[in-house]
Every structure is written in C-alpha cells, then in structure tokens.
C-alpha cells in the first residue's frame, strides 16, 4: 500500500446507504469503513452492501471488538465477505473498549490484559482456519494493542483517544500531540514489517474561522487548542490539505478516515491534496 489514502466511515445504514457509497466513490475516498458498535449497523452486511453498490472501494470495518466473537464463526464470516466483496475487503480488529456494550449484551467485560490476549488468540485462530489474512488493520491505543499491532498489522489504526481517568470505561479524552507521537513511536520501535497508519479524525471543520464551531463542539477543550489537535482538521481547504502532509511527515499517518457527516466537506480536502503541485492553491 503506498500513498495517502483517504476512508469514510458510515454509523447508519437505510435506504440512501447505496447511494452514499456511491457518492463517497465519486468524491474521490478510497475506503469505506463501519464501526462495531451495539446500535450501529452489523458490520458484514453493511460491507458487503457497500462493496456491492461500488466499483473500486474498498471495504472494512472500523473495528471489530474481538470479545464479540467466536473465532471459528468470525472465520466464516471473513472468508464469505471476501468472496462476495471480490477481495475487496480489509479486516479490521482490536480489543473491545465499550463496556456498556459488553453488559447491553450480556457479555463478559473483561480486564484489558484478558481482553487483549484474546485478540491476539482470535488472531491466531483466524489465521490457522483462513491461512493468509485480508489485509489486517489492528487498531487500539494501549501498548498491549499496540504491540500486537505492531507485529501482525498491515495497517495500525490511532484513534488518538485515551480513556479519561477515574471515568466510566468507554469515556475517552484526546491524546495530545506528543501522546499521539509517542504511541507512534510505540509502535515503529517493535514494527516487523513495512505499515500503514491511519488516524481517525473525530471532527473536520471547513472555514475561514473555524474556532467558533470548535469551541462548540466539545465542552473540554478551546476552540484554540484543538486547531493543534492531530485528530482534528480544521481551516480553510488549503491549511487542512497542508496540515494533513505535516502530520504525514511527524506522525507517519497516510491513512485517514472521517466520518460519514462530515463526507462532503472532506472531499474538497481530497481534491486539493491530490491537485498537481505545480496548479494548487497557497496555504
């Protein structure tokens, strides 16, 4: 995988779902990606629905919590979404981090170390029942995750969220940007092989003046503080296209995702950044 990449990831399906997809291939993204969540779409159908409306885009999910699954049963499903999706479907996983979920389910919630060996024994399993992997994105924030990303993932997924001390399991803060660089650096430390990264951007805004939806959108932090932020994108079109190489070149990210709202005002991103140097627009 070489070149900055861009993905979309869709929290709702219904009857537009088709046409969204497609609209998301028009717009220029190359992956289209949906969470694992209780009250989110079931991630296979929805791929394979993705997959099926468009030509070229690649599919996945963003992530699978691994306690959730059956690793025998997990296995079939990723060998049937590969066949029907024309292989073009990568695997995403990590460990689980909504405990809510966990107990709206009637599932165990176990400690994180308990919760990350069975990730790496899903793993395992996986590749003992499929032999070679889709392409496998692993994504967490803790060195456990992490590790084991750094070993067996093509790609490594940064959310850049932590959980917030003495908060409810699932209540997260952001990384600062030296947190962010320093799970970075984590991971390029113990990588065995050549990886992409990807970082899940919380929020886009496009403006002249961004600082005032900022300042709205989350009430810990200033508007001010979060143009900083490497999970944010926010400006006009051509400071985003050239935070976006500046965060390529300090954290390696060329792999970034979005989420479905946030779709067409991203695109104009997308656009500028992948414009020949010599016609694009000064920052």
């Known amino acids: 995988m070489t070149g900055m990449r861009f993905g979309v990831s869709m929290r709702a399906v219904g009857d537009d779902f088709a046409a969204k997809c497609r609209r998301a291939e028009e717009l220029g993204y190359d992956v289209i990606t949906v969470p694992d969540h209780l009250g989110a779409p079931a991630p296979f159908p929805a791929l394979v629905a993705a997959a099926a409306a468009t030509e070229r885009l690649r599919v996945g999910p963003m992530v699978l919590n691994a306690p959730f699954y059956n690793p025998a049963l997990l296995a079939r499903d990723i ?3 590969v066949a029907v999706t ?8 990590g460990a689980g981090h909504m405990k809510s979920e966990f107990d709206d389910a009637g599932l165990p919630w ?3 170390k308990r919760r990350i ?3 790496d024994h899903t793993l395992t399993e996986l590749r003992r029942r499929l032999g070679k992997l889709p392409p496998l994105l692993i994504a967490g924030n803790s060195e456990g995750v992490l590790r084991l990303a750094a070993e067996h993932a093509d790609i490594v997924g940064f959310s850049g969220l932590k959980q917030a001390p003495g908060r409810p399991p699932g209540t997260f803060q952001l990384a600062t940007p030296d947190e962010l660089a320093g799970r970075v650096e984590f991971v390029r430390s113990h990588a065995t092989q050549a990886q992409q990264y990807n970082v899940l951007v919380q929020k886009v805004v496009v403006a002249e003046d961004p600082v005032p939806v900022l300042d709205k959108w989350h009430p810990e932090y200033r508007g001010e503080d979060l143009l900083r932020a490497p999970q944010i994108l926010a400006g006009t079109v051509e400071r985003i296209t050239t935070e976006l190489r500046n965060r390529e070149q300090r954290f390696g990210f060329d792999y970034v995702t979005v989420f479905g709202p946030m779709m067409a ?3 104009a991103v997308i656009a500028e950044f992948r414009r020949p140097e010599s016609t694009r627009s000064p920052a």
Do not use: H, M
Not at 86 to 93: A, N, P, W, Y
């Open 265 to 267: 005002d991203f695109a």
């Open 117 to 119: 060996e069975y990730l």
């Open 79 to 81: 060998e049937s979404t």
């Open 86 to 93: 024309g292989g073009r479907f990568d695997l995403g996983i």
């Open 110 to 112: 176990w400690p994180a």
